[in-house]
């Protein structure tokens, strides 16, 4: 398995500002996610990112709202561009460790914007 | 679109009880999860079932996957304050070309188990 550090745990931002979220894992992992989980609703993947490369989104999703970053085979951020109320939610990193092993999800980063 | 419908949404009993959370979709999977989420943290995987008709035991948790892989059930038997949690149901995602990585999750069972 695999210790996932997410920072920070949680947040209360403005309208208009950007907050990076943190996703830290304590061994190398093949994959890594991006998860949303607003309150009521499922949880919805964001997009994969890609070691080294740009990360792929998913539909309804785009890069200049949610600019993700993986360096390496143990980091990874999320920046949530421009924010607004509607993106009051959890923010929750995965990682897969090999092919056909569990995901492993943070504790997650609750955000909340005013 | 792959949905995964999971009922009841809420659910609070006593200690003792037997209950089943139900999850179904009117799509086929090739494998679904099951999640616990417990406040501020995030998913843990329970089990993952992949076969039609399969039963999946954890201790007093067995997990069933319907014949057609389009439904799945958690029954719990004698619950305890800490099985309280959100129960998620997950399956691979339509673009995931069957990969666990890339999931669809139901809204969840929110279990509350009292003393």
């Known amino acids: 398995s695999a210790v996932i550090s997410q920072k920070p745990s949680r947040d209360i931002c403005q309208r208009g500002t950007s907050l990076t979220i943190q996703c830290q894992v304590d061994?190398?992992?093949?994959?890594m996610f991006w998860y949303r989980q607003q309150p009521g609703q499922s949880l919805t993947l964001i997009a994969t990112a890609n070691q080294g490369s740009e990360a792929t989104y998913e539909s309804g999703f785009v890069i200049d709202k949610f600019p993700i970053s993986r360096p390496n085979l143990t980091f990874s951020t999320l920046t949530v561009s421009n924010m607004s109320p509607e993106d009051s939610s959890i923010y929750l990193c995965?990682?897969?460790?090999?092919?056909?092993?569990?995901?492993?999800f943070g504790n997650g980063t609750r955000l909340t914007v005013t | 679109t792959q949905l995964l419908e999971q009922s009841p949404q809420f659910l609070s009993i006593q200690e003792g009880e037997n209950l089943t959370v139900y999850c179904n979709s009117s799509?086929?999977?090739?494998?679904l999860q099951w999640y616990r989420q417990e406040p501020g943290e995030g998913p843990v995987l329970l089990v993952t079932?992949?076969?039609?008709?399969e039963v999946k035991k954890l201790k007093r948790l067995t997990f069933q996957f319907g014949d057609a892989r389009k439904d799945s059930s958690l029954h719990i038997t004698a619950a305890q304050p800490g099985d309280t949690g959100l129960y998620l149901c997950?399956?691979?995602?339509?673009?995931?070309?069957?990969?666990?990585?890339?999931?669809?999750f139901g809204k969840g069972t929110l279990l509350t188990v009292n003393p």
């Open positions: 995965s990682v897969g460790v090999s092919t056909n092993s569990p995901l492993h």
């Open positions: 061994s190398q992992v093949t994959m």
């Open positions: 079932v992949v076969t039609g008709g």
């Open positions: 997950a399956g691979p995602a339509i673009n995931s070309g069957g990969s666990n990585y890339k999931l669809t």
């Open positions: 799509s086929v999977f090739s494998s």
